[in-house]
Every structure is written in structure tokens, then in C-alpha cells.
């Protein structure tokens, strides 16, 4: 299995859970007092509190909002950052610290210990719209990757018979009692005809994979396709309670799961597996078999300069910690311009749970 960035960094510390720098303990709790500037009112601070679940920011009122509503920027803890590109967001790095990062790209934990709250507010006051012209938007990574090989001499895509070819898979809905459905789901063929499965479901009464059932042929020449894992279903119509969805692009298919940056529910695929392979998996609902369950991530502008994008995990070896970047992005929605700054992962008093971000922000004015 092949994890992304993310997912890579948490694997360091499986026994642990985030918690957060917000600079130094000492800026915690030290008053800022931020000036107008850029013809604007002074900063504003808002928290985003995605400590139990993903939670979504609306620049303009600096409130936390519903996933359908009006929003800029999203987290979701072991997932990360994202824009609302399907709204037309689009965002850069405006100001990073390049000496956080020695010439071999590893953090350099003085020079994060360095920044504060504080001591980084002129650099943000300093930035202004014409601070970068290279917006971009959010593009989702797909976490079925590796599970075929391709002969470039013949093109012919082969299914691999391998580790790499398998997941466990979570549904994006639980039941009445909170119990979500999973199945061991692996690829069998590719061809012109599409993408074909084997689904094993998983028995909650029984504890045990049933027997496996093909998905037939899922393919996405016509338009998305839709797959329900608990009855083996597809739809080309987007429904309550997909699982998957396999889109084309250009030539090739993506895979996404209804979870993080590619839906709303709570689908996820079993990355973080503490067995050999996903046949080792005898209990998908085992944290001692399968630690996590990610939905998909987004990489953009807010995927750097940090491995958290505004955050760097684990700075000189400590795996307890969330380090901010202090990194400055700006967001563009339609004609107006906003400025953004994560400085703390634990609240504006540097007390609150992990994955409770204390957030720097005001429109730019000129």
C-alpha cells in the first residue's frame, strides 16, 4: 500500500495523538494588537474547530459554517487542509520562512521555535494582494494508485497480483446502532470495458468477510459512476450514500472515496495497517489491525510549504507536536481577495484539543 505525505507522517507515531505549538508555550497567551492595513480594518482571529470532526471557515465572517454553505477553507484532522475549489477558490503562498528548512529539506526546529504569534505579525500586515500571482486550486489524490502496471511498449495496463492491489474500505454511513460497513475490495481486470472489483463484505453479526461478489464492470465513459459497497449498486447519478466513485481524466480512471476532500460522508480507506496485507485483516473495526480509516486528501496551495501544509508534524523528532509554518496564503473568490494564517493547532490559548486551529485573517483591501 502506497500512503500519501500525510498519511506517511502519522504512521511515525500510531501511538500517539497531536497535539500542538502554537510557536512557543510562551506566545500562548500573549494580546496581539494588529493595525489596519492595505486600506482594511485590523486582522481578525477566528478557531476552527475540526478536533472531532472536518469543519469548514467562511473568510468573510470569519464563522465556522456547514459543509453547503459559503466557506474558504476546510480541515479535517489526519486528512488536512483544502480550498473550496467547487466554489471557484483559489489560493497561493504568499509569505513562507524559507530558514525553516535546512538545503535538505528537513525542519530545523531553532528556527521554528523561533516564530511566534507576535513576532510574525508585521510580516502578515506586510502582505498585500500583488503578494503572488499563481493561483491555483485544490486537485484531490486519489488513494488507489500502484495497483496495476502499465507496458509502455505494448500499452497494455495489467492488474497486479500483489499487496499493492487491495484495500479496506469503510462505508460512508452508519447505521441505526453507529455501526459503519466495510469490505475488502480488490481489483480483478481493466479493459476497455472499465474497472471490475471484488467486494468481500463484512458481517457484523457473524465477524467475519463474506464470500466475495464482483462489481462488474464500472466505467466511466459515459460519466461518474457511482458504487454502494453494503449492495453492490452503481448509478452514473450521484446518490445519498455512494462509497466510490470512479472518474475519467483524460484517458486514465481515479478512484475517490466519499470521505475528506472528495465528499461529505465518512467513507475511508484502511491505510494505516498494522497487519501484513489487507487479507492479514480478520476485523476491519480493529484499531490493532487497521489504526485509521483517511478519506481523501487535497494537494494545492495549502499543502505546503509544511507536510500539514501550514503545519510541519514532528519537528526534531517529536512526534507529539504540530509545529505552524506561519505561512500566509491568499485566497481569491471571484473579485475579492482574502489573507489567511494558521498560527496555533491548539486554540488561541494553546489549551484546546489538537486540531482546534486559531486562525489569522482579513480581506486585503487596495
Not at 504569534?117 to 494508485?145: I, W
Not at 453494503?230 to 447519478?237: M, V
Not at 489549551?351 to 486562525?359: A, E, R, V
Request: hydrophobic share 30%; glycine share 8%.
Amino acid at each position: 500500500m502506497i500512503l500519501n505525505k500525510t498519511q506517511s507522517s502519522l504512521l511515525a507515531a500510531l501511538t500517539f495523538t497531536l497535539t500542538a505549538c502554537g510557536g512557543s508555550s510562551s506566545d500562548s497567551s500573549e494580546q496581539d494588537n494588529t493595525g489596519a492595513t492595505n486600506n482594511a480594518a485590523a486582522a481578525n482571529y477566528s478557531t476552527l474547530d475540526a478536533s472531532m470532526a472536518p469543519a469548514y471557515l467562511d473568510l468573510a465572517s470569519g464563522h465556522n459554517v456547514a459543509a453547503n454553505e459559503e466557506w474558504h477553507i476546510s480541515y479535517q484532522k489526519y486528512v488536512g487542509f483544502s480550498i473550496n475549489s467547487d466554489t471557484g477558490i483559489e489560493a497561493c503562498v504568499a509569505k513562507q520562512y524559507e530558514t525553516l528548512y535546512d538545503a535538505n529539506g528537513e525542519a530545523v526546529k531553532t528556527e521554528f521555535s523561533a516564530l511566534t504569534r507576535n513576532n510574525t505579525e508585521n510580516d502578515f500586515n506586510n502582505v498585500r494582494r500583488d503578494g503572488c500571482t499563481d493561483f491555483t486550486s485544490d486537485e484531490v489524490e486519489s488513494q488507489f494508485t500502484d495497483w496495476y502496471t502499465y507496458n509502455s511498449t505494448t500499452h497494455v495496463i495489467t492488474v497486479n497480483n500483489d499487496d499493492s492491489n487491495g484495500w479496506i474500505i469503510r462505508s460512508s454511513t452508519a447505521d441505526s446502532n453507529g455501526n459503519y460497513a466495510y469490505t475488502r475490495l480488490k481489483a480483478t481486470a481493466y479493459d476497455r470495458n472499465g474497472m471490475t472489483f471484488s467486494s468481500e463484505l463484512w458481517d457484523n453479526n457473524s465477524r467475519s468477510f463474506l464470500a466475495a461478489e464482483s462489481t462488474g464492470a464500472l466505467s466511466p465513459k459515459n460519466g461518474t459512476v457511482y458504487w454502494n459497497l453494503e449492495d453492490n449498486t452503481t448509478s452514473t447519478t450521484e446518490f445519498a450514500g455512494w462509497d466510490l466513485k470512479i472518474e475519467a481524466q483524460g484517458y486514465a480512471s481515479h478512484i475517490y472515496v466519499n470521505g475528506g476532500a472528495s465528499g461529505s460522508g465518512d467513507a475511508g480507506v484502511g491505510s494505516a495497517l498494522l497487519v501484513a496485507n489487507v487479507d492479514a485483516v480478520t476485523d476491519p473495526t480493529s484499531t490493532q489491525q487497521v489504526y485509521k480509516y483517511f478519506g481523501d486528501s487535497a494537494s494545492g496551495p495549502l499543502s505546503t510549504p509544511g507536510s500539514f501544509g501550514p503545519f510541519e508534524y514532528g519537528v526534531g523528532g517529536d512526534n507529539h507536536e504540530m509545529w505552524p509554518t506561519f505561512a500566509v496564503y491568499i485566497l481569491k473568490s471571484g473579485e475579492r481577495y482574502f489573507k489567511a494564517q494558521v498560527v496555533s493547532n491548539k486554540g488561541e490559548d494553546g489549551t484546546q484539543n489538537s486540531g482546534t486551529l486559531y486562525i489569522r485573517h482579513q480581506e486585503i483591501i487596495e
